[in-house]
């Protein structure tokens, strides 16, 4: 199975991007690629099921079905009726992420399809370039220049999808940033506020169910991985032991790729169950003192990492 993938961050809010981005009949007003583009049978284009039929270029006739929306996540997900490419089993998706460090947004826009033997990697290489990243940077100028209000509302935060949502970039290739966070007992490598942190009964810092002990300033907490995946550069865990007045609490980093500067995008969400008061006081705490800081630790890290290149 081949893929395409490419990401981008564009400088407007989540909102103003998924507005252009959401209608599935817009792509002429902002991909260079589309020339025309009409939903069949008079549907309204945030029908899902509904087909998009637009040309090319060069006269190619496409159409593609609207497979998934969800306007509380930012994402849509399509296939091909007509195919652009003698591919098969295609299904694409076009998804948002909001940063948490300013009104920016990661637009996600990827792609799996079967290539025949002799055309492998082809296509892949045209849908990933020729489609999704020119069409992410022609998104990204669209937008770019207008005026867009800043959001006045919670847009995540104690919200969905969890009650905190901390998302930033990295200025370090998905590689170099996963090989930083990846170790389960290395955090206190790079949050200043976490000290002697050792897995517990001899485990491996990549067994999965292994438990990792630390102090938190003065307190001792137990956290336990309950999930690691290299193919998507994420973890979760839960905390088995902590101070802090909260049950069931349930956590999760994911890097993303942002291929258009080689850079990655950080997301990092928690869950638990407290009482109204307490969470006032816990969620911006996480948030800011534990998930953002060990962000800002992590980025100061990468820039002495790149500082004596830069001098050379």
Not at 24 to 51: K, L, Q, T, Y
Not at 289 to 294: G, S
Request: net charge negative.
């Amino acid at each position: 199975m081949a893929k395409a993938y490419a990401s981008r961050i564009i400088a407007a809010p989540v909102e103003a991007v998924w507005a252009l981005a959401r209608d599935f009949n817009g792509m002429p007003g902002w991909h260079p690629a589309i020339m025309d583009s009409v939903i069949e049978d008079g549907r309204d284009a945030d029908v899902v099921g509904c087909i998009r039929s637009f040309h090319l270029g060069d006269g190619t006739l496409v159409r593609e079905r609207l497979l998934e929306l969800d306007d509380s996540r930012y994402f849509f997900a399509y296939n091909f009726e007509t195919p652009a490419f003698p591919v098969e089993n295609y299904k694409a998706r076009f998804s948002l992420l909001p940063l948490t460090t300013g009104e920016e947004t990661l637009a996600i826009w990827e792609a799996t399809f079967d290539e025949a033997p002799e055309d492998a990697g082809k296509y892949a290489d045209i849908v990933a370039n020729g489609v999704f990243a020119s069409g992410l940077a022609a998104l990204a100028a669209k937008l770019e220049g207008e005026t867009h209000l800043a959001s006045t509302k919670a847009r995540w935060q104690g919200l969905r999808p969890a009650k905190v949502y901390c998302a930033s970039r990295l200025g370090a290739p998905l590689t170099t940033a996963w090989a930083a966070v990846r170790d389960f007992a290395g955090m206190a490598d790079w949050h200043p506020d976490i000290h002697a942190m050792t897995m517990l009964d001899g485990a491996r810092a990549d067994k999965v169910g292994g438990v990792r002990d630390f102090l938190f300033g003065e307190g001792r907490l137990h956290e336990q991985l309950t999930y690691l995946s290299d193919s998507d550069t994420a973890f979760r865990y839960k905390i088995n032991l902590s101070p802090m007045p909260w049950l069931n609490y349930h956590a999760g980093l994911r890097l993303h790729p942002v291929t258009a500067d080689d850079t990655t995008l950080a997301v990092w969400t928690a869950d638990w169950v407290a009482a109204p008061q307490d969470d006032l006081t816990l969620i911006p705490t996480v948030h800011e003192q534990v998930f953002q800081l060990a962000f800002d630790t992590l980025n100061a890290q990468f820039a002495d990492l790149v500082q004596p290149s830069r001098q050379c």
